[in-house]
């Protein structure tokens, strides 16, 4: 099953493979030749295929916990005072997604959107220490019944060029539910309160939607 950010993408890849293939068979005389550039662009069709694949989740909705909102590594564990919304002290866990994760974001939390706000910015390196706050980014605050507010940020990085973002303030939101994607995504941000009980280390590699990275 595939996301349906990737439809248009996806038809566009399949007509270019395709032309292509027919191009290579009929202009280019040279046998090997054929099969070389055939593979590479079947090569470049499985790849984009996989980008947007959009696996179903079982997720286990409970309010006392956070599901992890998208697959990745876990690279950032550690208390930040926030300012954007909070003006306090939080716990960030950040979970770096590679070009081979799946990249949909899940919600995670059920609740009501307080906040959801899109920032332009720069395509840092998404492990740069700043692309939290410089990068093109989305925040997004939902106030669940047992932990209060809690924000999430998508991040750009240097190879995201564009963020989806479902939330839309007021909204009722579920746990697992889709709630966007990162086209060549980077990098989701979590920030919850201090006395969070975290579920996962740091580099620990999680599944969206389904792993539980924090409780209260």
Same mark, same amino acid.
């Given at each position: 099953?595939f996301?349906?950010?990737?439809?248009k993408?996806i038809?566009?890849a399949?007509?270019?493979?395709?032309?292509g293939?027919i191009?290579?068979?009929?202009?280019?005389g040279?046998?090997?030749?054929?099969?070389f550039?055939?593979?590479?662009?079947?090569?470049?069709?499985?790849?984009?295929?996989?980008?947007?694949?959009?696996?179903?989740?079982?997720?286990?909705?409970?309010?006392?916990?956070i599901?992890?909102?998208?697959?990745?590594k876990v690279?950032?564990?550690? @208390?930040?005072f926030?300012?954007?919304?909070?003006?306090?002290?939080?716990?960030?866990?950040?979970?770096?997604?590679?070009?081979?994760?799946?990249h949909?974001?899940?919600?995670?939390i059920?609740?009501?959107v307080?906040?959801?706000?899109?920032h332009?910015?720069?395509f840092?390196?998404a492990?740069?220490?700043?692309?939290?706050? @410089?990068?093109?980014?989305?925040?997004?605050?939902?106030?669940?019944?047992?932990?209060?507010?809690?924000?999430?940020?998508q991040?750009?990085g240097?190879?995201?060029?564009?963020?989806?973002?479902?939330?839309?303030?007021?909204?009722?939101v579920?746990?697992?539910?889709?709630?966007?994607f990162?086209?060549?995504?980077?990098?989701?941000?979590?920030?919850?309160?201090?006395?969070?009980?975290?579920?996962v280390?740091?580099?620990?590699?999680?599944?969206?939607?389904?792993?539980?990275?924090? @409780?209260?």
């Amino acid at each position: 099953m595939f996301h349906k950010e990737g439809y248009k993408i996806i038809l566009i890849a399949t007509i270019i493979v395709g032309v292509g293939i027919i191009c290579i068979e009929n202009f280019v005389g040279l046998t090997w030749l054929n099969k070389f550039l055939s593979i590479v662009l079947l090569i470049f069709y499985i790849l984009i295929l996989q980008f947007f694949r959009n696996p179903k989740r079982k997720t286990p909705i409970n309010d006392s916990t956070i599901i992890a909102p998208v697959d990745g590594k876990v690279v950032v564990i550690e @208390e930040v005072f926030e300012k954007e919304f909070f003006n306090d002290k939080r716990i960030q866990i950040s979970i770096f997604m590679s070009p081979l994760n799946v990249h949909v974001t899940r919600y995670p939390i059920s609740g009501k959107v307080n906040l959801s706000k899109y920032h332009p910015g720069k395509f840092l390196v998404a492990w740069h220490p700043k692309a939290s706050e @410089e990068n093109e980014r989305t925040t997004v605050v939902i106030e669940s019944k047992t932990f209060g507010n809690v924000l999430y940020r998508q991040i750009a990085g240097a190879l995201a060029k564009r963020i989806v973002n479902y939330a839309k303030p007021t909204m009722q939101v579920v746990q697992g539910e889709d709630a966007g994607f990162i086209k060549f995504g980077s990098r989701v941000d979590v920030f919850l309160p201090l006395n969070t009980k975290i579920k996962v280390n740091l580099n620990d590699k999680v599944k969206g939607g389904e792993q539980v990275i924090a @409780e209260i």
